[in-house]
């Protein structure tokens, strides 16, 4: 079952430039995560939020979860061609721990 | 340098034939996930063993199978029961912080 949605599906934006995608769900959660994957392979982990949390920072990424609203954002900022990805994030409810997973946004940075 | 390694990275498969992905971990972690994912989508979750000797169904577990008789290991047979099994299959393991993909395996149908 597929409970997170991307948005934007895909975004383009100039080297050094801020870019923001955001995350819905549907359902209450325990976590909320966020992972990278280039063309053709495996996602990396880029950073996890708790329920309990409103924001986390990791480097250039910084994330916000709003509980209330059952959404979340991931900002990269100043952007960099190697940040040309899919971005996708993914739910974990409470007591299961299975991941459900939104269709990603593609992230393209023009040198 | 911990992680998970899957092999092999391209595989061809006839019609008919039953295939097997291999997905071995030394992360020491328990539980292990099959994830398929067609182009511009999610991935959704096909099995997955949060211990050893044990594995339960995900969302299209139909024309698969799995085992889990090491903790190292957890292969994914493709059957020919898989009417549409051309896709990218990941594996990955869990940890308290998140989870550790393998680089995938890209499966077509010839």
């Known amino acids: 079952s597929q409970q997170g949605e991307e948005d934007p599906q895909a975004l383009s934006i100039q080297e050094g430039e801020n870019a923001t995608m955001n995350c819905s769900y549907k359902t209450s959660i325990n976590n909320l995560q966020w992972y990278r994957q280039n063309s053709g392979r495996g996602l990396v982990h880029l950073i996890l939020?708790?329920?309990n949390e409103r924001e986390k920072h990791s480097g250039r990424l910084r994330v916000t979860l709003d509980t209330s609203k059952k959404s979340s954002s991931l900002l990269i900022t100043a952007s960099r061609a190697a940040d040309t990805a899919s971005y996708f994030c993914?739910?974990?409810?409470?007591?299961?721990?299975?991941?459900?997973w939104g269709a990603g946004t593609k992230l393209i940075i023009k040198p | 340098d911990g992680g998970i390694t899957q092999s092999p990275k391209y595989l061809f498969r006839k019609e008919g034939q039953n295939v097997t992905l291999s997905c071995e971990q030394n992360?020491?972690?328990?539980?292990m996930y099959w994830y398929r994912q067609d182009p511009g989508q999610g991935l959704r979750l096909i099995y997955y063993s949060q211990i050893v000797n044990d594995f339960q169904k995900g969302d299209i577990a139909e024309g698969y199978s799995v085992s889990r008789e090491k903790k190292e290991s957890f292969p994914l047979t493709v059957t020919s029961a898989q009417k549409n099994p051309t896709a990218f299959y990941l594996c990955?393991?869990?940890?308290?912080?998140?989870?550790?993909f393998g680089s995938g395996t890209r499966l077509t149908v010839v």
């Open positions: 993914a739910t974990e409810e409470d007591s299961n721990y299975q991941l459900i």
């Open positions: 992360l020491n972690h328990d539980a």
């Open positions: 990955a393991s869990r940890e308290a912080r998140g989870y550790t």
């Open positions: 939020i708790r329920s």
